[in-house]
């Protein structure tokens, strides 16, 4: 059996030289106030909208044992979401970053979401498939 791509990256966050924080940005699509029929019509039929982030957190990998548990402790701790948004951050000198660093980093995956500028995160669906945005 194959590693799926969110064990793919808690691997690879847990093999590198110096200690990583996994930095998640939970998100759901929403209709713009000022859509057009067309753009309301392809929303309500699953497609298009804006991704608006809904909360974030930082889990060493060591703290997630798969997508199952990140997705479980999400829908404990906040509203529904459809996609999440993963990078990592790494530490220096054998010490994890900061949490200033952490905070400073997840502000910028929110601003790069609120513009559109997803495609240097990994992204993951509910059930922790990956999702690609601009591709054909």
């Given at each position: 059996?194959?590693?799926?791509?969110?064990?793919?990256?808690?691997?690879?966050?847990a093999?590198q030289?110096?200690?990583q924080?996994?930095l998640?940005?939970?998100?759901?699509a929403?209709l713009?106030?000022?859509a057009?029929e067309?753009?309301?019509e392809?929303?309500?039929?699953?497609?298009?909208g804006?991704?608006?982030?809904?909360?974030?957190?930082d889990?060493?990998?060591s703290?997630l044992?798969?997508?199952?548990?990140?997705?479980?402790?999400?829908k404990?701790a906040?509203p529904?979401?459809?996609?999440?948004?993963?990078a990592?951050l790494?530490?220096?000198g054998?010490k994890?970053?900061?949490?200033a660093?952490?905070?400073?980093?997840l502000q910028g995956m929110?601003?790069?979401?609120?513009?559109?500028?997803?495609?240097?995160?990994?992204?993951?669906?509910?059930?922790?498939?990956?999702?690609q945005f601009?591709?054909?």
């Open positions: 059996m194959t590693d799926s791509h969110f064990d793919q990256l808690l691997k690879a966050a093999s030289p110096e200690p924080r996994l998640f940005v939970f998100t759901a929403e713009p106030a000022d057009t067309a753009q309301r392809h929303f309500l039929a699953g497609a298009g804006t991704l608006s982030p809904l909360m974030c957190v889990k060493a990998a703290d044992a798969d997508f199952a548990a990140l997705a479980a402790e999400a404990l906040g529904p979401w459809q996609i999440v948004f993963a990592a790494s530490g220096q054998g994890p970053p900061s949490q660093q952490v905070e400073v980093a929110v601003d790069a979401i609120h513009v559109g500028g997803v495609g240097r995160y990994a992204a993951f669906d509910l059930n922790g498939d990956p999702i601009g591709g054909r």
